[in-house]
């Protein structure tokens, strides 16, 4: 044991939620009237069960003070907030000098006449900016709740559940009863805390490499308009040991391309949070796997629960409604990915030599598995594939080819009418499947049609004489023969 009786239960809050704010709620604790000796024996969470009822209330206090910030939902969110600000302030956080909002505003303005030639989807409305990497954070987070706030509230209650597991069984009497209520609610607060610390953690990774307010393919912004983040710009230039200039006009393309569609496509940001939701509720977690996880964390070792809480404890069993959305999900980013690639490369190619080796750099990056793909990973369970965003990148290209532009993003235009997975699988035949669809529909339309004015079966939808009707007339011209391309219409 320690000399200071509260060391090791500062070393276990350390694990869990860092220095600062282990010191802060052992100063807390020394002041409520805590008793440190027993504290110091307990050998995991389950000896909270320990604390007198009095004891346990001014805990409790001191606990929910600390961790105040969790509003109505489960996830400490504030908590998050400013962990993911100090992640992106430790790697550096260069102001936005004048020079850098000029340059970055006339990169984006650049861009949207470059996409006139490339796509009939208008400029995204709203202003273009240069973000700070702290910028980037404030301004995403709220995007950022709404797309991990269902699969988190469903982890964090998994935790606090296990936690209060690791309690033990107490006597059943009043006293005991109310000890295990106000151990539960503590144990949900440290749930929600610990939770909302790795969305933090993540969300301020991500922030550090970042270029765009689109760079994960999600609209990350509930405010219309465009921005990049200059310093990370410049490092992801350095790293490719390419031309600045031209790698910011190349990330500007991109961003206002992504801003372009989401801004003309009103269905697809409530599609893809749906997914989202959909996803989350159908996950089924292994709590016997979380509690085991929960039961061998050593709180002697600073890090012992920090390491448990990433190891993929959270993992959630597969079940047939959450593949189901979690392919559409993908389906959906991979389209919009692709989208942004092909749009992109045809507004690029008259103007930036280094487009087509800039593209692969950025295809090769998302392979090998880039932040956006580590942070959906880390915080909701969500990978992308990078195998259907470079199909969806070659079905767009084939569609643009033999259809126009205009008839190319026309499939943005209900969610009906947007590329299946199915068809995703196969992009070179998805024009002949759609064309073979339509003239199925057409052919049972006409049957539909005959059969409602009685001349189903008849040909050239004549009568028999006894029926007193009489034959139709000669058609001039043979059903079908004529009338618009089968791919004028994508939709039917």
Known sequence: MSEDP????????????????????????????????????????????RLSPAQLGGLQAQMQQ?????????????????????????AGD?????????????????????????????PASGPREAWTRSQWVERTLPVWKDVCAPVADAATSALADAL???????????????????LGKLMRSMAGTAFGLQLGQAIGELGREAVAATDV????????????????VTAFANELEADAEQVRLFLAVREAAAARLYAH????????????????????????????????VDPNDPEAIRRALESGMFAPQETAAQKEALEHLET????????????????????LPLAVALR?????????????????????????????????????????????????????RHPDVVPTAAELANPDDFLTMRRAAQDLDAEMDADLASLLDGTLGYADGAKDADTGATPASEPEDEPGSGGSEPGSDPGN
Do not use: C
């Open 265 to 296: 496509v009103p269905w697809l940001r409530g599609q893809l949070l749906a997914a989202v939701e959909a996803y989350a509720r159908g996950i089924v977690i292994d709590v016997d796997a979380v509690e085991q996880a929960v039961a061998q």
């Open 217 to 232: 393919g999600l609209p990350l912004t509930r405010e219309p308009g465009t921005a990049l983040v200059p310093t990370n």
């Open 360 to 412: 692969e750099m950025v295809r090769r990056r998302r392979i090998q598995g880039g932040p956006a793909e580590q942070v959906f990973a880390r915080l909701i369970g969500l990978e992308f594939r990078p195998r259907r965003v470079r199909e969806a990148a070659r079905l767009w290209e084939k569609l643009g080819a033999e259809l126009g532009d205009a008839e190319r993003d026309a499939f943005w």
């Open 164 to 182: 209060e597991h690791q309690l033990g069984r107490l006597p059943e009497s009043e006293p005991a009863a109310a000890q295990m209520g106000a």
């Open 6 to 49: 509260f060391d090791e239960i500062e070393q276990m809050l350390s694990a869990m939620f860092g220095p600062q704010m282990a010191a802060d709620a052992v100063g807390a604790l020394r002041a409520s009237g805590v008793d440190p000796e027993q504290l110091a024996r307990m050998s995991g969470m389950g000896d909270l069960s």
């Open 94 to 122: 260069p102001v936005i000098t004048a020079a850098d909002a000029e340059q970055t505003r006339n990169a984006l303005a650049v861009a949207d006449l470059w996409l006139d030639a490339a796509t009939d989807f208008m």
């Open 66 to 90: 600390l961790f105040a910030g969790a509003g109505s939902g489960t996830v400490n969110w504030k908590m998050g907030q400013d962990l993911a600000l100090r992640t992106v302030r430790g």
């Open 332 to 351: 959906l980013l991979a389209l919009v990915e692709g989208w942004v690639e092909v749009v992109s490369a045809r507004a690029l190619a008259p103007h």
